[in-house]
């Protein structure tokens, strides 16, 4: 799903991509970018010279224990995520929405946001209408719905 015209190059080669802006890879992308500009953050210090190391988890963790850098990366993460799924509601009109992988697992530290921005863009009726839930067995969740379809 594109999310920006022109935006920022994604592993898959387009610009824009929601991927690009919500992704376990652009979240390492930011407070990398971040870092390199002298950004103060928990990471700086425990990552030093060696931020090939930094992963989404260790970025989560550093919001959960109150760093404003990660907390403002999945705060972003969260706000392009609500509003994708904004899109998906509207055109769609699901029931419910599974969310998988590493940055689902972050729990509120991107629910929050991804809500905050689906009630500032989404009329109520809709996303009402709708439960958002993180997959518990993300590993089979492609399985389960093709079992189920």
């Avoid at 921005?117 to 719905?145: H, M, N, Q």
């Amino acid at each position: 799903m594109i999310m920006v015209e022109d935006g920022r190059l994604c592993k898959c080669g387009l610009r824009g991509c929601l991927e690009a802006y919500a992704g376990g890879q652009h979240i390492v992308g930011m407070i990398k970018e971040e870092l390199s500009k002298g950004a103060d953050s928990f990471l700086a210090k425990t990552f030093k010279s060696e931020t090939e190391r930094l992963t989404p988890l260790a970025v989560a963790q550093a919001a959960q224990s109150g760093d404003p850098l990660a907390q403002a990366i999945w705060k972003s993460a969260g706000n392009y995520l609500g509003i994708a799924i904004g899109n998906l509601i509207y055109l769609l009109n699901p029931d419910m929405i599974f969310l998988t992988g590493g940055v689902a697992q972050a729990g509120d530290l991107v629910l929050k946001p991804l809500w905050e921005s689906l009630r500032a863009r989404t009329f109520e009726d809709p996303i009402r209408a709708v439960k958002i839930r993180v997959a518990d067995k993300a590993e089979f969740i492609g399985a389960y719905g093709a079992a189920l379809l």
